[in-house]
């Protein structure tokens, strides 16, 4: 079985990315942080396509990282995006938009007192991470055995309500796309 491959972007993959950082994270672009586009791939022993981008060992749709400054030194970008080649192929291109937007809204500058972005030695806008607000993990298992007591139910239950609750009103008000 071959090992996973990185490929870059392809200027289409990278125009649905800046279309999304120019409609959503113009604070992103004021900053000048650039931001790569990796397309992660693997393939079995029939040569047929599999997921293969992990977080905390399970399957992720993309991964979002701040490149640190050693490899500043040699690398234009601030952050880098990896993608899961096998996923981004089974998306419909508003699908793409929402993965890049969320991917995007990980990455933050850092801003001093003086409310100025941060640079590092190399002259470059520091960058940090934000936190998912929700990260969704368990066992069927648990469900099984703990039915509604169980916290993989109370969380599931939780993010379900809250993010219909949003998804209802931002309907309502659909010129509020940020927030
Ligand atoms: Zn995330």
Redesign the pocket.
């Known amino acids: 079985m071959a090992g996973k491959i990185y490929i870059r972007a392809t200027d289409a993959e990278r125009a649905v990315l800046q279309r999304v950082m120019t409609t959503y994270h113009p604070a992103l672009l004021q900053a000048n942080i650039k931001v790569a586009m990796t397309m992660a791939r693997k393939f079995d022993g029939n040569e047929q396509p599999v997921h293969c981008v992990k ?1 905390a060992g399970a399957n ?1 749709a ?3 990282r701040t490149i640190p400054l050693r490899r500043r030194v040699y690398d234009e970008h601030d952050a880098e995006i990896e993608v899961d080649g096998l996923t981004w192929d089974e998306l419909s291109e508003a699908q793409r938009e929402a993965l890049l937007d ?2 995007l ?2 990455i933050r500058a850092s801003v001093g007192d003086d409310n100025a972005v941060r640079l590092d030695d190399m002259g470059r806008p520091k960058v940090n991470l934000v ?2 607000d929700f ?1 969704l993990t368990g066992f069927y298992a648990i469900g099984r055995r703990h039915g509604r007591t169980a916290l993989e139910w109370r969380s599931v239950s939780h993010v379900h309500a809250e993010l219909l609750r949003i998804i209802e009103e931002a309907e309502r008000q659909p010129m509020a796309v940020n927030g």
Request: aromatic content about 8%; cysteine-free.
């Open positions: 977080f992720a993309a991964i979002t969320h991917e809204n990980h936190p998912d990260t």
